[in-house]
């Protein structure tokens, strides 16, 4: 259990505040319950004034007052936003942009992950905080950095092209097998030595495939080398669980390695209150955090009490938009409820951001807001610790998802997207889902869904083939198993092994395209229909199949592989979807409900509310109806009414 759980409570910056409001802070976090703070993420000016001179003072003094009053510190590493003088005296802790930029200072995140420079004044900053408040009472857990990679997630420097060798060189030994890993032969790409090998920087056409795969994959793992130096020094002087707060679906960083890495997960994010795709958006990130942690409880580490600054235009959370949001995430999984931030800042770039202590003060909506969720959670203690079971389960994977954002590809496929639409039908049966990382056991799951797995390890191709083996229905789509981990084409042809578990064979892409350019066509891609048991709006993208041991479910109707398989159901131990294309709206309902029925996976309840979430946990039936109208909700024999914007949470057993 994640100690002084429930957390509640949020990023608290005193240092942007005169020590006269310190007190008001305090007196209104015990007007809200607040159980924990975070400290510390951006004060490493403050720390640190001049290299070598630090100053704990006002830390020492802020972390007494909490800890005086009973509320925990979650300290960050103050890593994140380097001081001006350290960049001054040492600019080749600056990072480079693909073209050749140099980003400067004056906002945050201003360091390269492989820079040698920042990397030993991170490490004497972090001693020196865990020197002083290694074993201090108050300290609930560590917090290195904050949001790796957010801003900075890649690096072209000199330097990082020295550590880009390095991270090649262990991987591949032999600039021999690098060239042939990278397919060099291809465009006179060969390489005589490791030296001569650059990050993908500006270039004139396609950059290599494989160099840029790599380098996605070092980029991703020179951070975490610099959070893996923190916790290093942390363990060296504190038993408090260390962790970092993730960015739910974030392309940059290889979460399942991240994973590995923290005592438990946390994770920031911000829903968009005028999207109302958002809250399934917020429970599929929910759902990836708990499965990142191998199902144990994770942490909320930032949410809105209402607007954020950083949108277009920042729509405030209505009460109960707040109130649903706040319960989904601990409904799935998280131990507490943080947010960004405490005290609304009334200078700098987040003024407009709102905090749990609004600018009009405690007599707000917003504070009330708060208010009411600190005491809520508060009685929501039971569930701390608890799991959250799933038999369903949606492969997902970086290696895929960097590799289909490539431009050379057969078309420009959003991978977020295209996981996202099968996360949301299920959503909208009230079944919840856990994410797998290609290879894992799968064992326990009835239902395996993989959408445009692209890559694929002879670890994927046998996981999924052992799920289906052992009786767990599993539904495979279009784009997956094409390319194996150097982004060669898999051996045997599209699918590889997925052939004989599926029982079809893949002969020829044929995305649908608009006249123009793809990328300057309308949003979205064209639809087509397609027909048969079956039938139903699709998009984008059509495939000549054969169904060698399948049976055909719908063919698609139109162009080259009009009359062709679109959707196919191989019935070995257990059944083997091929989904040819991308099912839009109530065809991928339909094709939910046929999934589900050949997994034997009952929704939680029944309703016609497509927007009543359900899930369960610590013996709890969270029921959160996220619909302007209201629904009724039969759970087993009982019917009950869950109005609208409203929630019910139930005891079962
Ligand atoms: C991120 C950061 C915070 C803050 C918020 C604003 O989550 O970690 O410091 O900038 O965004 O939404």
Known sequence: MIPRAPWFGGDYNPEQWPREVWDDDIRLMQKAGVTVATVGVFSWAHLETADG????????????????????????????????????????????????????????????????????????????????????????????????????????????????????????????????????????????????????????????????????????????????????????????????????????????????????????????????????????????????????????????????????????????QYRLVSLQSVARGSDGLMHFQWRQSNRGAEKFHSGMVPHGGENTRVFRRVEAMGAELAGLADVMGTEVEAKVAIVLDWDSWWALRQAANPAQLDYRRTVFAWYRALWEKHVTVDFARPGADLSGYDLVVVPTLQVVTDAALAAVAEANAAGATVAVTYQSAILNDTLGVVDGGYLGSWQDLLGVRVEEFAPYAFPDQFENAPAGAPTTTIAGELSGTASGWSEIVHATDAEVKATFTEGIAAGGPAITRRSGEAPAWYIATQPEGELMGAIADALLADAGVTPLVATDEPRLEAVVRGGKLFLLNHSDEDATVSVGSTELQVAAGEAAILSVD
């Open 53 to 320: 001179e630090f100053d704990f003072e006002w830390l020492d003094a802020i972390i007494e007052k909490l800890h005086a009053v009973g509320i925990g510190v979650d300290l960050a590493t103050a890593t994140a936003s380097p001081p001006p003088w350290l960049a001054l005296a040492h600019p080749d802790i600056l990072p480079v942009t693909a073209d050749g930029v140099t980003l400067g200072v004056g906002s945050r995140q201003h360091y390269s992950p492989s820079s040698a420079t920042y990397r030993r004044y991170a490490k004497r900053l972090v001693e020196k905080l865990v020197a002083r408040y290694g074993h201090h009472p108050a300290v609930v857990a560590w917090h290195t950095n904050n949001e790796y990679g957010c801003h900075v997630s890649r690096c072209y420097s000199d330097e990082s092209a020295v550590a880009f060798r390095a991270w090649l060189q262990e991987k591949y030994g032999t600039i021999a097998a690098l060239n042939d890993a990278w397919g060099t032969a291809f465009w006179s790409q060969r390489y005589g030595s490791f030296d001569e090998v650059l990050p993908p920087r500006a270039m004139p056409s396609f950059p290599n495939p494989t160099q840029l795969l790599d380098f996605d994959r070092f980029s991703s793992d020179a951070l975490l080398d610099l959070h893996r130096m923190e916790v290093e020094v942390i363990r060296a002087g504190s038993n408090a669980p260390i962790t970092t707060n993730f960015m739910g679906l974030f392309e940059p960083l290889d979460y399942w390695k991240w994973a590995e890495q923290v005592d438990f997960v946390s994770d920031d994010f911000y829903p968009d209150p005028a999207d109302e795709s958002s809250v399934i958006v917020a429970a599929m990130h929910r759902d990836l955090m708990r499965s990142l942690g191998g199902g144990k409880p994770w942490m909320l580490m930032e949410q809105a009490t209402s607007a954020v600054n950083w949108r277009t235009r920042n729509a405030p959370k209505s009460d109960s």
